[in-house]
């Protein structure tokens, strides 16, 4: 089948595929999907602009679904999410623009990619290495005061602060809450999907939000950060809405399955389990990128 915005070729199987298993990760991990997504579509010939763009187009679709389902089951901290709104917007904004910029020195593929490879790796060898610690503590799900980072950031008195009863948080600033926000959305504009795997080890190790809790809120941000992203990359001509459609018939299916199965696991279980993903899509970039890119 051949997508004309993009220009490529594909096989719609692939893409349904590609889009049932990056539900399931997403429902159950909390996140987007965009690290095996993004590294995915980029191998499947998708120029990084376009991957970025329309990463962000299923994804959003995809966690409405997953979001509604942990929301059901009393994993969604509203009051949270609508905070870190503010920082997400912001942040996906100027992802967006140096995409654009690096689209117009013709670098986007290169700079993206190695971008996307490092923050991968980093993010897997952090949370790998956390988990190995609470799973050797027998604590099964861990709570904000057993970080020494978390008790610091908690600590913090920047402008004005908020009680999150949902998370269990007491007085926590509300300007840390929209920093960390911003840091996602940047991420989620500038390589792609809802970045969860940027913003979930932070509302986790730095905002001490419950891992059950974190995966439930972040979907719920996602839906916020991929939706503007998307809007924001399709005024710029980056979203090929076609593979995106596509793709979401199988991912709906995929996110409520995943969540649904996260009641069966404890905190540093999932967070394990999460480990390989991004070094899976690490290689699929490492692998492209040295075959040269996209070819466009």
């Given at each position: 089948m051949?997508?004309?915005?993009?220009?490529?070729?594909?096989?719609?199987?692939?893409?349904?595929?590609?889009?049932?298993?990056?539900?399931?990760?997403?429902?159950?991990?909390?996140?987007?999907?965009?690290?095996?997504?993004?590294?995915?579509?980029?191998?499947?010939?998708?120029?990084?602009?376009?991957?970025v763009?329309?990463?962000?187009?299923?994804?959003?679709?995809?966690?409405?679904?997953?979001?509604?389902?942990?929301?059901?089951?009393?994993?969604?901290?509203?009051?949270?999410?609508?905070?870190?709104?503010?920082?997400?917007?912001?942040?996906?904004?100027?992802?967006?623009?140096?995409?654009?910029?690096?689209?117009?020195?013709?670098?986007?593929?290169?700079?993206v990619?190695?971008?996307?490879?490092?923050?991968?790796?980093?993010?897997?060898?952090?949370?790998?290495?956390?988990?190995?610690?609470?799973?050797?503590?027998?604590?099964?799900?861990?709570?904000?005061?057993?970080?020494p980072?978390?008790?610091?950031?908690?600590?913090?008195?920047?402008?004005?602060?908020?009680?999150?009863?949902?998370?269990?948080?007491?007085g926590?600033?509300?300007?840390?809450?929209?920093?960390?926000?911003?840091?996602?959305?940047?991420?989620?504009?500038?390589?792609?999907?809802?970045?969860?795997?940027?913003?979930?080890?932070?509302?986790?190790?730095l905002?001490?939000?419950?891992?059950?809790?974190?995966?439930?809120?972040?979907?719920?941000?996602?839906?916020?950060?991929?939706?503007?992203?998307?809007?924001?990359?399709?005024?710029?001509?980056?979203?090929?809405?076609?593979?995106?459609l596509?793709?979401?018939?199988?991912?709906?299916?995929?996110?409520?399955l995943?969540?649904?199965?996260?009641?069966?696991?404890?905190?540093?279980r999932i967070?394990?389990?999460?480990?390989?993903?991004?070094?899976?899509?690490?290689?699929?970039?490492?692998?492209?990128?040295?075959?040269?890119?996209?070819?466009?």
């Amino acid at each position: 089948m051949d997508f004309a915005i993009s220009g490529v070729h594909l096989d719609p199987l692939i893409l349904v595929l590609l889009g049932f298993s990056i539900g399931v990760m997403g429902g159950f991990f909390g996140v987007g999907g965009s690290f095996i997504a993004g590294p995915a579509l980029f191998n499947l010939g998708i120029p990084m602009n376009y991957v970025v763009g329309t990463d962000l187009a299923h994804i959003a679709g995809k966690s409405v679904v997953a979001a509604k389902k942990h929301r059901a089951l009393g994993n969604v901290d509203v009051k949270l999410g609508l905070i870190m709104t503010v920082g997400t917007v912001l942040g996906v904004e100027i992802g967006v623009q140096l995409i654009q910029y690096l689209k117009s020195i013709g670098s986007v593929d290169r700079v993206v990619g190695s971008v996307f490879f490092c923050v991968l790796v980093c993010i897997s060898t952090g949370v790998f290495l956390e988990s190995l610690r609470s799973l050797k503590s027998g604590v099964e799900e861990d709570r904000a005061t057993s970080y020494p980072l978390v008790r610091w950031v908690q600590g913090l008195r920047l402008g004005p602060s908020v009680s999150l009863p949902t998370s269990g948080i007491v007085g926590i600033s509300f300007l840390t809450i929209v920093l960390v926000a911003l840091v996602g959305g940047f991420f989620s504009g500038f390589l792609g999907g809802g970045a969860g795997y940027i913003r979930l080890p932070m509302m986790i190790f730095l905002l001490g939000v419950p891992t059950h809790v974190a995966v439930g809120t972040d979907l719920f941000e996602i839906v916020v950060s991929a939706s503007y992203g998307t809007f924001s990359h399709a005024s710029h001509g980056n979203v090929d809405i076609m593979i995106a459609l596509v793709m979401q018939t199988g991912a709906a299916v995929g996110a409520n399955l995943g969540a649904g199965l996260t009641q069966f696991f404890s905190g540093p279980r999932i967070r394990l389990a999460f480990v390989p993903l991004p070094l899976i899509g690490a290689v699929l970039i490492l692998y492209k990128l040295l075959k040269g890119g996209a070819g466009h």
